[in-house]
C-alpha cells in the first residue's frame, strides 16, 4: 500500500508544464542590440571619414584643385626589414610596429601586397592632394619620349637591360663547349696517331714471316 500524505500537508510546486517566454521583451531585446550594432559601426565610420577628411589638403583649404595623378619619384623599400626580429610592446610607436607604415595616412599594413594597394588607392592619393585622373600626353611629348629612349639605348651598353648579363654568360658557356669539344677532338686524333704508329713499329706479319722472324716481337698469329 502506498503512503498517504499527511492531513495538512504543503501541496508540491507543478514543474510539468512548459515554461513560458514574453516574445514582445525580447524582440525589443533583439531591436534595441542590432540599433546599438548599427549606430556603433555608423560612429567608426564617421571617425573614419572625419580623419580622411583632415588628411585631405583640399578640404584643409591648402589647395584649390587637385593636380593629376604623376609619377613616383621615390623608390620604394618593401625588403629592408625582412628577416629581422623586433620586439613590440603595448607602447610600440605605430610607425615601429610590424608591417609597412604610411607617413602620410598614419597607418599600417600587414603585408606588401595590402601596401602597395594602399599606395595606389584614391584615399592615399587625395592626401597627397592628387586625384587618380592621368594627365593625356600629346603627340609631341610621345614623340620626344621615343626619341629619349631611342638615343638612351644607342649610348648605353646592352648588356645593362638584360639580368645580370645573360647573354654574355651564354656565349662564355657555348664558348667553353666548343673548347672542350675541340678538346675531346684532338685527343682523339692524336690515339688514333699513336696507335698507327704502334701498328707501324711492329712490321708487317708476312714479311716478317718471310725473313724469319715470325717468332719474334708479337704474339700475333
Not at 2 to 23: E, F, Q
Not at 51 to 65: F, M, S
Request: net charge neutral; hydrophobic share 30%; charged share 35%.
Amino acid at each position: 500500500m502506498g503512503k498517504s500524505s499527511a492531513p495538512g500537508s504543503a501541496a508540491g510546486v507543478d514543474n510539468t508544464a512548459r515554461r513560458t517566454w514574453d516574445k514582445e521583451e525580447f524582440a525589443e531585446r533583439a531591436e534595441k542590440r542590432e540599433q546599438e550594432a548599427a549606430e556603433a559601426e555608423e560612429t567608426a565610420l564617421d571617425i573614419k571619414k572625419r580623419k580622411r577628411l583632415e588628411r585631405d589638403p583640399l578640404h584643409q583649404g591648402l589647395i584649390v584643385e587637385r593636380s593629376n595623378l604623376k609619377v613616383r619619384d621615390y623608390q620604394i623599400d618593401l625588403t629592408s626589414r625582412v628577416g629581422r626580429s623586433q620586439v613590440i610592446g603595448l607602447n610600440t610607436p605605430l610607425s615601429q610596429q610590424a608591417g609597412y607604415y604610411c607617413s602620410v595616412c598614419d597607418c599600417v599594413l600587414r603585408d606588401s601586397q595590402s601596401y602597395l594597394d594602399h599606395i595606389n588607392g584614391k584615399y592615399h592619393n587625395r592626401a597627397l592632394g592628387m586625384s587618380m585622373a592621368v594627365e593625356k600626353s600629346t603627340v609631341e611629348q610621345v614623340k620626344a619620349r621615343l626619341q629619349q629612349h631611342k638615343q638612351k639605348a644607342s649610348t648605353s651598353n646592352p648588356e645593362e637591360y638584360l639580368p645580370d648579363g645573360i647573354d654574355r654568360r651564354i656565349a662564355e658557356a657555348e664558348a667553353a663547349e666548343e673548347r672542350e669539344r675541340a678538346e675531346r677532338k684532338r685527343a682523339k686524333k692524336e690515339a688514333k696517331r699513336a696507335a698507327e704508329e704502334g701498328e707501324g713499329e711492329e712490321g708487317d706479319p708476312d714479311m716478317m714471316a718471310m725473313m724469319g722472324f715470325g717468332g719474334f716481337g708479337t704474339s700475333r698469329k
